[in-house]
C-alpha cells in the first residue's frame, strides 16, 4: 500500500509552558547551553531572562534577533510576530533544527498550540506541549491557578522542577501523574532534562579557534550543581533493530499502551507490504506522536530501528513487546491496516491533527 511521501524537511515546534517561577526560562536557558550540534530556534518575549550575556560569540542580527555562538538564534517576540518569525526560522538557510516557544506573558499555553497549528508555515511541524511545574510550590499554584490541572491534561511531556526543594518529592511526583493524561512526567532540578527528550542532538563539530556559546559556560556544568554531562546515567534506554518488518496495527498497539515512564521514542519503521515504497520516521514525546513518510532510497537496507528513552523502564520487556509487533504479511497487506498510523502523519499542506479541546 503506497502513500504519498513528504519531501518537504518539516522543523518541530516545540512549545514551552509553565507558571511564572516554574523554571521555564532556566529549562530553555539549558537546552541553549547544551544543544550539542543542534541549532535551536528560541522565540521568547523579551531576552531579560535568556543568558545571552556573552557578547564575545552572540551578536545582533536585526529584527530582534541574537545569534548564538553555537549556531542557536534567539527572537524577542510579540504574539501578532510569531508567524512572521516561525517563517524566518524555518527558512533552510537558517539551519534551524528545533524551534522551542516559551509561552511566558501567555496565560493559555492552549491558545499558543492553536497558533503553530494554524500557521500556514509549510516548513514548521507542531512539536509538542512541554509543561513546567514548581515542585516546592505546585500546592500553592494549584490553589492560585486552579487551571494548572487543566494545562497538565494538555501537556505531552510534564517537567516536574526544583524537586530538590520539595518537602515530599514522591507526593509531588505522584500527584503530577494523577491529572496528566498520558503525558511523560520528568522529575528535574535546575531545568536540567535531556535535550534528547525533545529533539535529535546533532553530533557536535569540532571547532578550531574561536569559544562556542557552549565552551563559555562549560565551567559552569562541572560545580556543585554541574552534572548536566551525566544526565543520561539517571535514564534508561533501548536500541531496537529488526530486519523483519512490522505490522503497523500491532505497532500502534504497542504506541497506545506505553508505559508512563518512557519519554521519547525516536527512529524509523519498515512497514513492509504496507507501503513498499516508504519508511515512516517516528517521533514521540510523551503522549505526543507524529509519523513521517520518507521515500527509500535505492539500495537501503529495509530495516527498522528504533531508540526508546525512559525512567524505570522494563526494557528486556519492551523489548520483547516490540519482537511481537513483527508482521506476518510478507507479500499481501490488508490496505486498512495503515490507518493507524497515518492518523499521525501531518500533510505540510493541511492540518490533520485537531488542537487541543
Given at each position: 500500500m503506497s502513500q504519498p511521501s513528504h519531501s518537504l524537511r518539516q522543523i518541530p515546534v516545540v512549545v514551552l509552558a509553565g507558571f511564572l517561577g516554574s523554571g521555564k526560562t532556566t529549562l530553555l536557558n539549558h537546552l541553549l547551553h547544551r544543544s550539542g550540534g543542534s541549532r535551536i530556534g528560541?522565540?521568547?518575549?523579551?531576552?531579560?531572562?535568556i543568558e545571552i550575556d556573552a557578547m564575545a560569540v552572540a551578536g545582533a542580527l536585526g529584527d530582534s534577533?541574537?545569534?548564538?555562538?553555537?549556531?542557536?538564534?534567539?527572537?524577542?517576540?510579540?504574539?501578532?510576530?510569531?508567524?512572521?518569525?516561525?517563517?524566518?526560522?524555518?527558512?533552510?538557510?537558517?539551519?534551524?533544527d528545533v524551534i522551542v516557544i516559551e509561552a511566558s506573558g501567555l496565560a493559555e499555553p492552549q491558545e499558543l498550540v492553536r497558533m503553530v497549528l494554524a500557521s500556514e508555515?509549510?516548513?514548521i511541524v507542531y512539536g509538542g506541549l512541554v509543561e513546567v511545574v514548581d515542585a516546592a510550590?505546585?500546592?500553592?499554584?494549584r490553589v492560585r491557578h486552579p487551571e494548572v490541572d487543566r494545562h497538565l491534561a494538555l501537556a505531552d511531556l510534564v517537567v516536574v522542577?526544583?524537586?530538590?526543594?520539595?518537602?515530599d518529592p514522591e507526593r509531588v511526583l505522584g500527584l503530577v501523574r494523577s491529572l496528566v493524561d498520558r503525558a511523560a512526567v520528568v522529575p528535574a532540578t535546575y531545568g536540567r532534562i535531556d535535550p534528547?527528550?525533545?529533539?535529535?542532538?546533532?553530533?557536535?563539530?569540532?571547532?578550531?579557534?574561536?569559544?562556542?556559546?557552549?565552551?563559555?559556560?562549560?565551567?559552569?556544568?562541572?560545580?556543585?550543581?554541574g552534572h548536566a554531562e551525566h544526565l543520561?546515567?539517571?535514564?534508561?534506554?533501548?536500541?531496537?533493530?529488526?530486519?523483519?518488518p512490522l505490522d503497523p496495527r500491532r505497532l500502534m498497539g504497542f504506541l497506545d499502551s506505553r508505559p508512563e515512564g518512557l519519554y521519547r521514542i525516536k527512529g524509523y519503521v519498515d512497514f513492509g507490504a504496507y507501503d513498499v515504497h516508504n519508511r515512516y520516521a517516528v517521533h514521540a514525546v510523551g503522549r505526543f506522536l507524529r509519523f513521517y513518510p520518507e521515500p527509500w532510497a535505492p539500495g537501503d537496507a529495509r530495516v527498522t530501528q528504533l531508540v526508546l528513552i525512559g525512567s524505570g523502564i522494563d526494557a528486556p520487556a519492551l523489548g520483547k513487546e516490540l519482537e511481537a509487533c513483527h508482521s506476518d504479511a510478507p507479500h499481501t497487506a490488508d490496505e486498512h491496516g495503515m490507518w493507524g498510523v497515518l492518523r499521525y502523519v501531518q500533510d505540510p499542506e493541511e492540518d490533520l491533527v485537531e488542537p487541543p479541546a
Open positions: 528560541a522565540v521568547v518575549n523579551d531576552f531579560g531572562s534577533t541574537v545569534s548564538l555562538g553555537n549556531g542557536c538564534l534567539c527572537c524577542a517576540v510579540d504574539v501578532s510576530e510569531l508567524d512572521l518569525y516561525l517563517e524566518r526560522l524555518a527558512r533552510p538557510a537558517a539551519g534551524i508555515q509549510p516548513g510550590e505546585f500546592d500553592d499554584t522542577n526544583k524537586l530538590d526543594r520539595a518537602p534528547e527528550f525533545l529533539f535529535d542532538c546533532r553530533p557536535s563539530e569540532e571547532r578550531i579557534g574561536q569559544l562556542s556559546f557552549d565552551d563559555l559556560h562549560e565551567h559552569g556544568e562541572h560545580g556543585e550543581h543520561h546515567a539517571a535514564y534508561d534506554s533501548l536500541s531496537f533493530s529488526s530486519e523483519v
